[in-house]
């Protein structure tokens, strides 16, 4: 199984909603990620957790939580967003350590968000 | 700091053409380097990748040679199928304490027509 499952494929909210966005990977990986990605544009890094904890959070504002309930989960919680924040949100896992790890991610097929 | 430079799209050609994009690295170090693809409305999938210098990744007639003297991993197509049309991303990751960073190149659009 070399997949990462992202759900909801598509997800519409206004700016007072509260919804999450979720992630799933059985491959052992240690370390997950979010991006964001607008269109025609590569993927910017959001936040990367390692071992369950987080250690790089790129300045994203706090309307953004992420959370990481286990090695195999991850979520994105949602909460009084803007219009400009409807991207597509790819999340991604990898192995921690060499040399396991050549650096490589394995992405979801990603979240479409539309906020209005 | 690290960087990624991919020859500016859109890029189109007709079916059984020669493909390259070109893509070039600043990095410190030896970091890892991958071309992914992004397919219209999907995520990013893993095309190739090289972790060292003189590495040549390959998979799915795609092929491109880490080459550290030049700082270059051009992607090449012998002959592209109309199903190869997406957008192709290189990147090289960089170790941090916590995890693996990507950095992107801009991305460059190809466009096979029949």
């Known amino acids: 199984d070399t997949e990462v499952t992202q759900t909801p494929k598509h997800l519409v909210m206004g700016m007072t909603n509260k919804k999450s966005l979720k992630c799933e990977q059985h491959?052992?990986?240690?370390?997950m990620y979010w991006y964001k990605q607008k269109a025609k544009k590569p993927p910017e890094l959001m936040f990367v957790?390692?071992?369950?904890?987080?250690?790089i959070n790129e300045s994203v504002p706090s309307r953004f939580s992420p959370e990481c309930p286990n090695s195999s989960l991850l979520n994105l919680h949602l909460h009084a967003l803007q219009p400009e924040d409807s991207a597509l949100y790819l999340c991604?896992?990898?192995?921690?350590?060499?040399?396991?790890?050549?650096?490589?991610?394995?992405f979801g097929e990603g979240s479409r968000l539309t906020v209005l | 700091g690290n960087s990624v430079t991919q020859m500016e799209g859109p890029v189109t050609l007709s079916e059984e053409a020669f493909l390259t994009i070109n893509c070039t690295y600043t990095?410190?170090?030896?970091?890892?380097l991958f071309w992914y693809v992004q397919y219209p409305g999907e995520g990013l999938q893993l095309l190739l990748k090289?972790?060292?210098?003189?590495d040549k990744g390959s998979n799915k007639g795609f092929e491109a040679t880490y080459r550290k003297e030049t700082t270059s991993f051009h992607l090449e197509k012998g002959s592209v199928q109309v199903s190869d049309s997406a957008v192709y991303f290189c990147?090289?990751?960089?170790?941090?304490?916590?995890?693996?960073?990507?950095?992107f190149g801009e991305g460059t659009q190809l466009t096979v027509n029949p």
């Open positions: 990095a410190t170090g030896y970091p890892s």
């Open positions: 990147a090289l990751s960089r170790r941090e304490t916590s995890g693996s960073r990507l950095t």
């Open positions: 491959m052992g990986h240690r370390a």
């Open positions: 991604a896992s990898s192995q921690e350590l060499p040399p396991a790890s050549t650096g490589e991610l394995f």
């Open positions: 090289a972790t060292k210098a003189d």
């Open positions: 957790y390692s071992y369950e904890k987080l250690s």
